[in-house]
């Protein structure tokens, strides 16, 4: 069985920890992560710097040029997971869009994915038309794509991307970037809940969690809460004393 299935057939919340690749320093990565782990992260996110990030808000948007800016780069990324998979077997997933992919090469990407002991990809651009392609390529490799699904997704297409996605969707809570303010509760309940009504596998949700009160808030409707521009805003505002793990240790507390 999968780590992401071992993950998700466990009876509690999770939370799910995404970190920019290479940002504050080109180095960063691997300790950021670990200190995610160490705080509680159940799953780790591992942002992909890309130059035309469309869904990220300006957290994100300002660690990926500086990730760019420190020469990060996908065989880098790659090698850097190599490396904390040493450490762990916590699930980790790359975050992405699909260009940097398509110009790297589809193949070769998948075979260091494999290789690096990656566990699920989300690009956030990925057109459905090619995503059944590309979903099965990545599948005949044992890596879960993780589709998204919006508040104007309908019925139907919940279904079809559950289907595609087979272990994890993701649920985008807002219309817009990351890291934006989340609309009125009582609609975003009743979507998580045609979500969890429409699809065949577990689902995480993001973009706009950024408190405690959000992750304990939408463990309640999800299979798990995704924290990033937070997490990444505490590092711009403090690289030293281990922002990320003090972070999480507090979002932690509220998924247990």
Do not use: H
Request: proline share 5%; with cysteine; net charge neutral.
């Amino acid at each position: 069985m999968s780590r992401l299935k071992k993950l998700f057939k466990k009876d509690r919340n999770k939370l799910v920890v995404f970190i920019t690749a290479g940002f504050p320093k080109k180095e960063s990565t691997e300790d950021l992560v670990l200190q995610a782990i160490e705080g509680g992260a159940d799953m780790i996110e591992i942002g992909i710097p890309f130059s035309d990030p469309q869904a990220d808000g300006p957290i994100i948007q300002k660690a990926s040029e500086i990730a760019l800016s420190n020469g990060i780069s996908l065989s880098v990324i790659f090698d850097q997971v190599r490396s904390i998979r040493k450490k762990t077997d916590i699930p980790i997933a790359l975050m992405g869009y699909y260009n940097p992919i398509l110009a790297y090469g589809i193949d070769n990407f998948l075979n260091d994915c494999k290789t690096s002991q990656i566990d699920g990809i989300i690009l956030p651009d990925l057109p459905l038309d090619e995503g059944t392609f590309f979903c099965e390529k990545a599948k005949s490799v044992n890596i879960s794509p993780i589709l998204l699904v919006a508040p104007n997704t309908s019925n139907e297409r919940i279904k079809l991307i559950s289907k595609l996605s087979q272990d994890l969707i993701y649920a985008v809570s807002i219309l817009g970037i990351t890291g934006g303010d989340m609309s009125s509760k009582e609609n975003l309940k009743k979507y998580l809940l045609r979500v969890k009504d429409n699809s065949e596998c577990p689902f995480i949700v993001g973009f706009g969690i950024n408190s405690s009160d959000d992750v304990e808030w939408f463990n309640n409707y999800s299979d798990g809460a995704v924290v990033g521009s937070a997490i990444l805003k505490k590092v711009l505002n403090d690289p030293t004393n281990k922002p990320v793990y003090n972070f999480v240790k507090n979002l932690k507390g509220r998924t247990k």
